[in-house]
């Protein structure tokens, strides 16, 4: 099982940015996938997760911000950051469970004010 995070930068205050997360070896469709962040200096967090019935849930901080979407053909996850404050600087890691946890290596977003 590999997965691929791909889309992160550097953007100021108020920019977007697209994440992407491409699997192979699993599929999305069926099993519970999740995006996280790590700030530097503090613990991973959840930021959205797609549900293996297909529901997608936010933390607070996510809603209305940001939207994961998934493409079953391509089997790969998106996550559309739209608003972004320097708060929302970190890695953003994929991941993927099925039996156990599958992480995928991180894309470092920054965000400037």
């Known amino acids: 099982v590999q997965l691929q995070a791909s889309g992160g930068g550097a953007v100021q205050t108020g920019g977007s940015l697209r994440l992407s997360c491409a699997a192979t070896?699993?599929?999305?469709?069926?099993?519970?996938m999740g995006w996280y962040r790590q700030a530097p200096g503090k613990a991973r967090e959840l930021v959205a997760q797609?549900?293996?019935?297909?529901?997608?849930n936010y933390k607070d901080f996510a809603k209305g911000r940001f939207t994961l979407t998934h493409d079953d053909a391509q089997n790969t996850v998106h996550l559309q950051m739209n608003s972004l404050n320097p708060e929302d600087t970190g890695v953003y890691y994929c991941?993927?469970?099925?039996?156990?946890?599958?992480w995928g290596q991180g894309t470092q977003v920054t965000v400037s004010s």
């Open positions: 991941s993927v469970i099925r039996g156990q946890v599958y």
């Open positions: 070896g699993i599929l999305f469709s069926g099993n519970f």
């Open positions: 797609l549900t293996s019935a297909g529901n997608t």
